[in-house]
């Protein structure tokens, strides 16, 4: 099973009774495979609005008693910081589990940070699993270690965890309890400063205790190698030894055992707080240590304290000396580079002359936005009303699947920072005292995740401003995931539909339009109107994830028409690729250089607009119908 | 055994690896994969790492330790070629996906003549044309079951292939089994006919 699964199915056997996630990669589907069993097995699951709401969710179910995980990308454990460190002063009555995943080499997130740091910042202890095993078992741990410290747990993985397979032995379910009861405690529960200050020292002395249980931590393996081969702790002698947390000590193993390398090796578990007197006793013994990490020198700092503290002369090494990398994640060839420092070997075998001139081939491979996605059009009609404007005008962009709309040849918007970014920026840029037209898109989740404080402060502020809410009523990026628009829960149970349209006009927003976004006619008026408007409008753009209704039609086993170039009239000038950029737009010399439509189209019809010569047109669609549809002659 | 499988969104990379490691576990052996497809639906580089026997550790396969690449597009290929021994062979889907960026003239495709010769100069290839093969077996959504048909015909997996088309089997939809095996066959014909000699013209530039 998947690292994600795994960690779900440690819940279970842990008997949690309230789920709670905000979807995030690579972390989405711990959450997803839980609701998809949550009503079966008698417990609590759900999306919510965003991760401060999620923690919070999760610390009241655990505050009333009972087992609760909520789970995040790391982005957002930003946005749980809040809570967090403060629900570290009040501790919990039941376990709370965060799950977060890390993303050091930035397959998907705006930044690497560390989730490690907010454990020590709130005083929450964090394990790191080295497998899927592991993930399972330590997800169920991570519950127990929670309620002997009533503290707060961090489980810490990153996208090799998340998205891998391993084989993994289940034990048994537990029975989730559904009883929960808020008892009442002001002393602990209410932290206005007079109850708080007092806590501070309880808080200290549950991290001394956390760092006494994790010396026995029975993930925290001493071991030696010699020659390669793996001995008992003790067995032969070594002087030189491995710190390797989480998921890196696979990649040790390989290595030493590869190169037939001698080494005494602590495969660290817990990474916060450390277990100081396990370390301590692993480094009086060893001349050098190499710490081995991925994300930033959390542990390396910390040893290199303790052993200071400590007065041990052993050298620590690691990051701080560069003989590991400080960005991207770890993988075998980069623990085999710095190992081969220490030990004069070579564990990467080197590209010779005819990979190296293979490599000298390769051209990056840029994400676009999928065949028939609305967001496409979207953005094709904001660079129209810009354009026919003549004023200028800038983008503040937010975090969705439409940041794709950045890259040639749309570059849609201007800037992306971090969920609910764009209304603030737009405010920001219009006060700046801006002679441009101020824009913003951001897309419907992330409007209900951070969008709507940011639009009521700029109703408040009298911000200028035009956004462009792209509405496809789910949460596409993460790959479909439900959210207030949608009109289902995580559980797949009905839930009321949010009106995006009455939501910004309760805001206070007077101009408010909700159009189609392949009616790219009304868009680029709508667009034009309002930047003139003084004061703040919204533009929702309305129109389904084309992937959605793709898979729909095809699970039906219906058509979609699509497009048709007429290769007499196509002249190749690549009009239709410069202004909009369809994936499904492909090229052929036969027998003249023209369009080629590729078996990915979805028949939007966008590319019909941008024509100079009416060379496409899509055979079988209705007259009128704006976007994606089903073949007209589809038997009744 | 340390199998690289590389592609572009929607190729259906994360389907064969499953497809591979579930016929490999049926089989009793210690299987570990590592994927990656952050913007996979986004016509985004697809790469996963499948390592079989009792060997894997990690589940990453380091540069040149990789004993076969199955491979569903000529440029993704060439992108994984540092994963793999000199040698190692690799099954290769000839026919190009040419990004935008591409095409808007930002990068430049690489002739597939000269891909196919770079490969061949460090590895065992062997091209097949899985697109139209799965088309010819009723849709482009089975080129990755041509290529299974190719990679199991080519007898370098330790894995039956009865074992194969019984994952691909609890994997398809019930009326799309019948068409799956057919597009298998395919594959396995295609390695059958395979002509090592076969001479590639270079093709005229497809991003212009």
Redesign the interface.
């Known amino acids: 099973m998947s690292g994600n699964e795994a960690v779900a199915r440690g819940c279970l056997e842990a008997g949690v009774s309230v789920v709670t996630a905000y979807p995030g990669?690579?972390a989405t589907n711990v959450v997803e495979a839980l609701g998809e069993v949550a009503p079966e097995l008698g417990f609590w699951a759900e999306f919510s609005v965003n991760e401060a709401v999620a923690i919070e969710v999760a610390a009241g179910a655990a505050f009333s008693g009972v087992r609760a995980m909520m789970a995040t990308k790391m982005l957002g454990v930003n946005l749980i910081a809040d809570a967090l460190t403060v629900v570290t002063v009040t501790g919990v009555r039941a376990g709370l589990v965060i799950v977060t995943a890390d993303d050091p080499q930035q397959?998907?997130s705006q930044n690497a940070e560390d989730t490690r740091f907010y454990g020590m910042l709130a005083k929450a202890p964090v394990l790191e699993p080295a497998d899927g095993q592991e993930a399972k078992d330590m997800a169920k741990y991570a519950f127990e270690l929670s309620e002997q410290l009533e503290l707060p747990v961090f489980l810490r993985i990153t996208?090799?965890i998340c998205?891998?397979?391993?084989?993994v032995e289940l034990g048994e379910l537990t029975k989730p309890k559904r009883d929960g009861k808020f008892v009442k405690d002001k002393k602990r529960f209410v932290m206005i400063s007079t109850y708080s200050r007092p806590r501070q020292k309880l808080l200290r002395e549950k991290m001394e205790r956390a760092k006494l249980i994790n010396d026995g931590n029975r993930w925290n393996k001493v071991m030696d190698f010699q020659n390669g081969k793996q001995f008992p702790k003790g067995a032969v002698f070594n002087t030189f030894g491995i710190i390797a947390s989480g998921?890196t000590y696979?990649?040790v193993?390989?290595v030493i055992?590869v190169m037939g390398l001698s080494a005494r090796v602590l495969k660290l578990a817990t990474t916060f707080p450390l277990p100081e007197n396990l370390i301590g006793s692993f480094i009086r013994e060893l001349d050098q240590v190499m710490i081995v990490e991925e994300g930033d020198n959390v542990t390396e700092m910390q040893v290199r304290a303790l052993a200071q503290h400590r007065r041990l002369s052993a050298r620590i090494i690691g990051k701080d000396d560069n003989i590991l990398p400080w960005s991207g994640e770890l993988?075998?060839?980069l623990v085999?580079d710095a190992l081969g420092k220490v030990f004069g070997i070579k564990?990467?075998?080197?590209?010779?002359e005819?990979?190296v001139?293979?490599?000298k081939?390769?051209?990056?491979?840029?994400?676009?936005?999928?065949a028939g996605c609305p967001h496409r059009a979207s953005y094709f009609a904001i660079k129209e009303a810009i354009k026919k404007k003549g004023k200028g005008g800038s983008v503040m962009g937010d975090r969705g699947?439409y940041n794709?709309g950045a890259?040639?040849?749309l570059e849609g918007m201007d800037t992306c920072i971090c969920m609910g970014a764009s209304i603030a920026m737009a405010s920001g840029v219009f006060h700046s005292g801006s002679a441009e037209p101020s824009l913003a898109v951001i897309g419907d989740g992330t409007f209900y995740h951070a969008g709507i404080p940011s639009l009521l402060s700029a109703v408040h502020n009298r911000a200028n401003i035009t956004v462009l809410i792209f509405d496809n009523s789910i949460t596409a990026m993460t790959?479909h995931q439900v959210n207030p628009g949608s009109g289902q829960n995580l559980m797949g149970l009905p839930a009321p539909f949010t009106n995006l349209k009455k939501v910004v006009e309760a805001l206070g927003v007077e101009h408010v339009k909700v159009i189609n976004s392949f009616d790219t006619k009304a868009l680029v008026a709508a667009v034009m109107e309002e930047v003139d408007f003084d004061g703040p409008s919204v533009l929702i753009s309305r129109s389904p994830c084309a992937?959605v209704v793709e898979r729909n039609l095809r699970k039906r086993k219906l058509k979609m028409p699509v497009a048709v170039v007429d290769v007499d009239k196509c002249t190749g000038c690549?009009v239709c690729?410069?202004k909009i950029?369809?994936?499904a737009?492909?090229?052929s010399?036969d027998p003249k250089?023209h369009m080629e439509v590729l078996?990915?189209c979805n028949g939007c019809g966008l590319c019909m607009q941008t024509c100079p010569f009416n060379a496409i047109s899509i055979p079988g669609k209705k007259e009128g119908v704006l976007g994606m549809t089903i073949r007209k002659e589809v038997p009744k | 055994m340390n199998i690289v499988l590389a592609g572009v969104g929607g190729n259906g990379v994360v389907l064969t690896t499953r497809i591979i490691a579930e016929a490999a576990l049926k089989e009793g052996t210690d299987v570990r994969v590592g994927e990656v497809h952050g913007l996979a639906q986004r016509g985004g580089t697809v790469v996963s790492h499948l390592r079989i026997g009792p060997d894997a550790k990690g589940v990453l396969v380091p540069q040149r330790k990789g004993d076969m690449l199955l491979a569903f597009e000529p440029l993704e290929a060439l992108r994984q070629l540092k994963l793999l021994k000199k040698g190692a062979k690799v099954i290769l889907n000839n026919e190009p996906f040419v990004s935008v960026d591409s095409h808007l003239g930002l990068s430049k495709y690489p002739d597939v003549c000269l891909i196919i010769e770079r490969i061949q100069a460090t590895q065992d290839l062997v091209d097949v044309d899985a697109t139209h093969l799965a088309i010819k077996a009723g849709s482009v959504i089975m080129t990755n079951v041509v290529m299974l048909g190719t990679l199991s015909a080519s007898n370098e997996l330790p894995i039956s292939r009865d074992s194969l088309l019984a994952a691909i089997k609890a994997r398809v939809p019930q009326h799309m089994v019948e068409a799956n095996f057919k597009a298998f066959e395919l594959g396995e014909k295609a390695f059958r006919d395979w002509q090592a000699a076969k001479v590639c013209e270079p093709h005229p530039d497809l991003s212009n």
């Open positions: 990669t690579p397959f998907s996208p090799r998205h891998s397979s391993f084989p998921l696979p990649y193993e390989e055992e993988n075998p060839d085999g564990f990467r075998e080197e590209l010779t005819p990979y001139e293979a490599e081939l390769i051209t990056p491979r840029i994400p676009t936005l999928c699947c794709q890259y040639e040849p790959g992937l690549k690729m410069k950029g369809c994936p737009f492909g090229w010399q250089p078996p990915h």
